[in-house]
């Protein structure tokens, strides 16, 4: 399991997203629930999954009342199986509700990275760093990012901010490969300088202006196989492009340091999951 998110990290992406579904008033539950009548819901995984996001849905009923309970059987991280029971939601019926779509939709978004993520760090199988990349639905990336720690992989960058990674387009910009990686020198920076390339050619350069960490970038096999040959060690490899499960074992092989997937978070499909309620009391009394 990865460490939990600080609360101040999620608790107004909760109440966005309550007040996104919400707006004024739930029509249906407001005409058809009693407002003394207690729910008892069974959350359930429906599809094999590694679930995340538990903090996500404890934070949704929480904010729309105090009155809610949750008691999870499982933790982030944790693989499930079709069929098994996640935890219960105990509290009143409008309020579980209410807020079932906007749980749901966090814990099936989070889980689907994570059950991904957890696939391909088993086809590594300890051989490449999993990494992910900043291709993420925006607002969400903390979450995102979370949710491929409870997968087992490593975060790279969580921002602009905290990492140096020259792309094509700097290059370009900057007027080379040198010249790029002697402006960030002369910005002064702790950080690793990271340096994408698209040819041997450019991987050379990569190694002659020092580059901490050297980017293969939608490189064929036997490019990168050379490739990695000629910077025995003198820097960090990263692959990145055109990163599949079936590939994996084979680029894992290779002998560079990490591979980054943007699959990870850009494409996850949501875990099925479900929320099954049913009245636990009719007098208002949490049981």
Request: aromatic residues 4%; hydrophobic residues 45%; proline residues 3%.
């Amino acid at each position: 399991m990865s460490d939990p998110l600080p609360l101040s990290v999620y608790r107004g992406i909760v109440g966005r997203a309550i007040a996104e579904d919400l707006g004024d008033g739930d029509v249906t539950t407001r005409a058809t629930v009693p407002d003394a009548a207690v729910g008892r819901g069974a959350l359930i995984a429906k599809s094999d999954c590694v679930i995340a996001g538990l903090d996500a849905v404890r934070e949704t009923f929480a904010q729309l009342d105090a009155r809610v309970r949750c008691g999870f059987a499982h933790a982030d991280g944790d693989r499930l199986r079709a069929g098994e029971t996640i935890g219960s939601i105990t509290g009143p019926a409008a309020a579980l509700l209410i807020g079932e779509r906007t749980a749901l939709n966090f814990l099936q978004y989070l889980s689907g990275i994570a059950t991904v993520t957890r696939a391909f760090v088993d086809a590594a199988a300890g051989q490449i760093v999993i990494l992910d990349t900043r291709k993420t639905t925006p607002g969400l990336r903390a979450l995102a990012k979370y949710a491929v720690r409870c997968g087992g992989a490593t975060n790279y960058r969580s921002g602009l901010h905290d990492g140096v990674l020259i792309k094509d387009n700097h290059i370009r910009l900057a007027g080379g490969i040198a010249a790029a990686v002697e402006r960030v020198r002369q910005r002064g920076t702790d950080l690793k300088i990271e340096v994408e390339t698209q040819s041997l050619t450019q991987v050379e350069e990569a190694l002659a202006a020092g580059a901490d960490i050297i980017m293969l970038d939608n490189l064929n096999v036997a490019t990168m196989r050379e490739a990695i040959a000629k910077i025995a060690g003198r820097a960090r490899v990263e692959i990145s492009g055109n990163v599949t499960l079936a590939r994996l074992p084979e680029l894992a092989s290779l002998g560079a340091d990490y591979v980054s997937v943007g699959a990870l978070t850009h494409s996850a499909p949501a875990a099925d999951i479900s929320l099954e309620i049913e009245v636990a009391a009719s007098d208002g009394v949490v049981p």
